[in-house]
């Protein structure tokens, strides 16, 4: 398995993190930069973007927008 680039950082820290940056900042967020803000791999962020999206109890949903190669959420 690979190694960590945040040793210390947690799944429910970086899913608090991105659900703030998405919500908060009123900006959209390409899948790299998102992995790059959140210091791991673009597959966890994906993930990460799905456990926000079955988060029912959030009564929110991730919009996703293609533009080009890049996808932005």
Request: hydrophobic fraction near 40%.
């Given at each position: 398995?690979a190694?960590?680039?945040?040793?210390?950082?947690t799944?429910?820290?970086?899913?608090?993190t991105l659900?703030?940056?998405?919500l908060f900042?009123g900006?959209?967020?390409?899948?790299t930069?998102?992995?790059?803000?959140?210091e791991?791999?673009?597959?966890t962020?994906?993930g990460?973007?799905?456990?926000v999206d079955a988060?029912?109890s959030l009564?929110?949903?991730?919009g996703?927008e293609?533009?080009?190669?890049?996808?932005y959420?």
């Open positions: 398995m190694r960590k680039l945040d040793q210390d950082a799944s429910s820290m970086k899913a608090l659900y703030s940056l998405l900042s900006r959209r967020y390409s899948l930069e998102l992995a790059s803000r959140l791991c791999s673009k597959a962020v994906l990460l973007i799905d456990a988060g029912r009564h929110v949903r991730v996703k293609e533009v080009g190669k890049e996808n959420y």
